[in-house]
């Protein structure tokens, strides 16, 4: 029993701290062609100017080890999107009661949620092209959030999600079997 419980408690703490990133691009697309980047300059990302800051300092510095530049007249511009939602605790506790008698039986089930509904952010990222303004390549992903998370919590959080999200930039030039 007392494994179990170390075992639920491993992949509840788990399960929280998990990003999750789907990515999607044209599969078109040169991407040895872009080697400078800005943001767009209408961006409206839903983050607060403090976690908009960090977001900027962590995609900065994740390009820069790639060889991608911050530029006036950029290649391509970054957008951002972020939303939170609430992500309702899968985890639950079943307590039972039954007995028979006979040939009756009868019981009683009752699932007890443990913990509760998990703040989840979802960061949008958008690459779009500079001079034909088109979508070339996009990652979404999806992360826990915590409000009350320490400034230093905060970027390191925003750090890992970058470090995730641009693992996959550029992609990598699969041969197409025909």
């Known amino acids: 029993m007392r494994n ?5 408690v491993v992949l509840a703490f788990t399960n929280c701290s998990s990003i999750s990133v789907t990515y999607d691009y044209d599969r078109a697309v040169d991407f040895s062609s872009y080697s400078t980047y800005n943001y767009y300059p209408e ?3 839903g983050l607060n100017n ?13 390009l820069r080890i790639k060889g991608i530049q911050l530029s006036e007249e950029p290649d391509f511009y970054i957008n951002i999107i972020s ?16 007995g028979t008698g006979g040939n009756v039986g009868g019981g009683v089930s009752v699932g007890v949620p443990i913990g509760g509904a998990n703040l989840k952010r979802e ?3 958008d690459l779009i092209d500079s001079q034909r303004d088109v979508l070339f390549w996009q990652a979404t992903s999806n992360a826990a959030f915590k409000e009350n998370d320490s400034p230093t919590q905060k970027a390191l959080r925003l750090q890992k999600v970058v470090a995730k999200v641009f693992s996959k930039y550029p992609p990598s030039a699969k041969v197409s079997k025909k």
């Open 50 to 62: 403090l976690d908009a800051n960090r977001l900027y300092k962590a995609i900065d510095s994740t």
């Open 83 to 98: 939303t939170y939602y609430q992500n309702p605790s899968n985890s639950s506790v079943g307590i039972g009661l039954g």
């Open 43 to 45: 961006m409206d990302s």
């Open 4 to 8: 179990f419980i170390i075992l639920f």
């Open 123 to 125: 960061l949008v990222f």
